[in-house]
Every structure is written in C-alpha cells, then in structure tokens.
C-alpha cells in the first residue's frame, strides 16, 4: 500500500458501528503489516483516556490504537468536547482543555481547529501506510454542514473516500442509507463510495434483494455485511450504549454458590463508564446500570462512577431519591465505591467555583474528606499498590482532595497515598483502576465479605487486558470474513471512483 492512503468510516447515526468499523479495520490492517493509524477529527464523549504524550482523546481512539498495535496519542483526536450540559462542552485541543464553548460559540472556533484537524491528518499520512477515520454523528447533519470537520468536511478537505455503516439492528437501514445519501449535496455524494451494513442477525439470503436494489437506487455497492456478535462489548463509546437499567456484559455463571450483585448509578453525565467493564467480565459478577432507587435496593456493591458535571449530578442524586438509597446501603454495612466524580461526591464538602460554580457543596458525607475544583486539570498515568497488588491507571480531574482523615486506598510509588478507604467505603480518583487483575480479584473478595456474599467465589486467572485483545482479534475477523477487502484496500489506493451518479434532491 502506497503511504498516506486514508479513507473515512461515517455512519447513518451515532452507534451504528463506526468505532467498531474502524478498529477491526485497523486490527485487519496490521495484521497485513500494514502501518495503519486510527484518526478522529471530532470527538464528543465522556469517556477519555490520558495518553503517554500527556494529553486526553477519546477512549474509542485508544482502543483502535491498540488494535492498530500504537500507544494511544493525541494525534489520534485532535479535538475532544466533553459535554457538560446540554448547552455547553468543555473542549479539548491536541489533549489539552481550552475552555468552554456553547453549541453556537463552538461554531466560530470552527475555522482554527480545521486547520488543526487538517496539519495533524497530514501528518499521520506521511507517517503511516494508512490512516482509517472516523466520523461523528451523522454525515447528513445538513445543519451543521457548512462548518462541518469531522465528516464530510474533512472528506472534502482530504480527498477521502467515505463508507457509510449502518445498523440493520434498528430497523430502517436501507432508508437510513438512501437518506444519508440522497441529502448530500452532488460534490459529497462523489466520496461516497460503499455502504456496510452492521449488526445483522438472520439468514444473509433474505438480505439480498435489499442489498441489490441499494445498490441499483445508488450507484454504491453494499462491501460487507457485519453479523450481530454478542461477545462484542467492552469500550463502549457512545452514550447510547449505557441503557438505562441496562445489564453490562455478558455475566457469566458464578464461580461459586452465589452472585454478586453491582449497581452501577448511570449519572446524568456519566464520563468513563468503561470502568466498570473490568468488573463485569468477572464470572458471577452481574453489573448494572441504574437510575432510581429502589434497583440499590436488593444490590451487594454500589458504584458512583465518573462525572463530567460532579455538582449538578450530585444534586440529581439527591432529587431522585438515590443519595438517599446510597446512605442507607452504606449505613448497613455494606460496600460502596466511588470512581473520580463518583469518589468526589462522597465526600463531606466540595468547593466548586470552576466546573459547576456553585461554590461550596455538601457531599454525601460517607467518607471524612473535602474536595477542591481548581483551574489546571490533572492528567496523569500514575503506578502504586493497592490491597498489596502493584496497580496502574490514570486520572482526568479537576477536583483536588484538601483534607482529609481517611486511610488512602492507594501508595503511590512516590510514596504518596491516594483515594480513600474505610471499613466499607472505597473511593479513588483513578480511572482503569478495575483493569489490574490482582487488585480486581482481591476489590471483588473485598466487597463480598462486606455483603455477607460468602458463596460468591473468584474465579481466578481472569485477564481483562486478553477479553479486550481477543475482542480486538474478533473484530478483525469479521472484516477479513465479511467485508469486501480487495475493494477497500483499492479505496486506500486509488480514493473514490469516479463516475458515481448523484441521487436527488443532492443533485
């Protein structure tokens, strides 16, 4: 493969398969020793990752990182928005956070991060044999089109062909296609090269009078059918992915006599979900999201997990009856952890005056410590032991720890301590923390001890790091085994073909 050749994975919706799209294509890729680099102009998400330059970009672009066989970089997400509301977003440039923005102020920064966008793909394509991006949202945003640098903005800008994904699982996907065709104008319709159509389940010759007259309405070959895989389901990027109520995983049955039962609080604006993954890859370990009280109720450990907006999810806490169910779950005795945010909350006082600008806010006071939001955010990838395990994980916070009369859960290896822990409260700052196995099985033992869950066994010998390496594995099978490799390898090489007709009204 000639250096440089890039395409673009876009979707008919948010969580149709883009990210997925692209890290099989990567995991492919290399495995073809190709020097492949995943790339993603625009992210909003929540859920991040601190990265080895020391900067912050979406979790979905470390994994396709990792699938690629490349330590996360900020090259990968040069423009990160963090939603902290529905009006406003922290964003995040080349891993560093810039302020704030509304949807209408973040329009007039458009034109400098373009060219951000533009100097940092043209530098991966002169580093890498393939650069695979992705887009967000939706391509056929036609509101947003005029400014647009994630999709097809940016095909424009970098000549780059465009496969459309979208999820049969939903219901409508030839419409969801056809639309986000024909509402294209005829210069963004020329890069539409191919649609894959993901998460199928059924017999595939029932598709294909479908999949003919797509392509006979378009002008555009459908290049692969991805099947439904349940195995497939950690790093879950988009928001949509957390249901609420929703079971996390695949549970498999317990090792033991008993399960253990974690509730999972799905925070209005829950960040770094993918923590709890860890847990819920252990056998006999049922995770769940949930959003009212009485779902705490009959659960053996409850998680409050990050927060992009610690303050306002506190007091949503408090208006649904949550914190409440929290203080009586904690005053029997039995297990509670707080993750970053989640960790913030429990403590007695927080003093705000940059994220929420509340000033000074009672936690929930399960925990004998204050915290302080300050301008700098830290980001770090910090080393330590906890519950005698060496551990490693990495922090994006603004919120500081000031005071405080609690045993540190944490050594680092400076000697410092982090986090906190009690009889049966545990909480930290660190995110991945749930990814060190010894830690995991010791934290699970831990908290079933505190539950009176004594038939609950660890299993033993679980490998996070090998769940998410042989999902990686399975996720570049599917594309050598049911995409059209030959034909995306040529859009690498040669780009678009031409010749493609324009469906109305784009024409």
Known sequence: MSLGGALLVAGTTSDAGKSVVVAGLCRWLARQGVRVA?????????????????????????????????????????????????????VVVLGRALGQVSALSYRQRKLELAAVVASTLDGLRRE???????????????????????NMGLARAAGLPVLVVGDIDRGGVFAHLFGTLALLDAADQALVSGFVINKFRGDPALLTPGLDQITELTGRPVLGVLPWREELWLDAEDSLSYTADGVVGR???????????????????????????????EPGV??????????????????????????????????????????????????????????QMLGAR??????????????????????????HKTLERPAGTAFGEAVHGYEIHHGAVVRSAEK?????????????????????????????DAFRAKFLRWAADRSDRDGFAVA???????????????????????????AVLRLFEHGAPGGMRTIPPGA
């Not at 927080?350 to 301008?375: H, K, M, N, P």
């Open 38 to 90: 995943p790339f993603k102009a625009q992210n909003m998400s929540n859920n991040s990752v601190v990265t080895a330059d020391g900067g912050e970009i979406g979790r979905a672009q470390a994994v396709q990182a990792a699938a690629a066989g490349l330590e996360p970089s900020v090259r990968f997400n040069p423009v990160l928005l963090k939603p902290g509301s529905d009006r406003s977003s922290q």
């Open 128 to 150: 890498f044999d393939a650069v695979v991006c992705e887009g967000a949202g939706s391509p056929t945003e036609i509101n947003l089109r005029a400014n647009d640098i994630a």
């Open 251 to 281: 549970p498999a049955p317990p090792a033991g006599e008993q399960w253990l039962r974690v509730a999972v609080v799905r925070l209005p604006r829950i960040s770094n979900a993918t923590d709890v993954e860890a847990l819920a890859c």
């Open 286 to 343: 049922s995770v769940r999201f949930v959003t009212e009280p009485s779902r705490i109720a009959d659960a053996d450990l409850v998680v409050i997990p990050g927060s992009k907006s610690t303050v306002d999810d506190l007091e949503w806490l408090r208006r649904t009856g949550l914190a409440e169910a929290v203080a009586r779950h904690a005053a029997k005795g039995l297990p509670v952890a707080g993750i970053c945010g989640g960790f």
């Open 350 to 375: 927080i003093t705000d005056r940059v994220e929420s600008a509340a000033g000074e806010v009672d936690g929930l006071g399960l925990l004998d410590l204050d915290i302080e939001f300050r301008q």
């Open 408 to 436: 540190p859960l944490l050594e680092l290896d400076n000697g410092d301590g982090e986090g906190a822990l009690t009889e049966n409260i545990a909480g930290t700052h660190w995110h991945g923390l749930f990814e060190n």
């Open 460 to 486: 033993g010998g679980v490998s996070f790091a090998r769940q998410r390496a042989a999902q990686l594995d399975l996720l570049g099978d599917l594309v050598a085994d049911h995409l059209d490799t030959d």
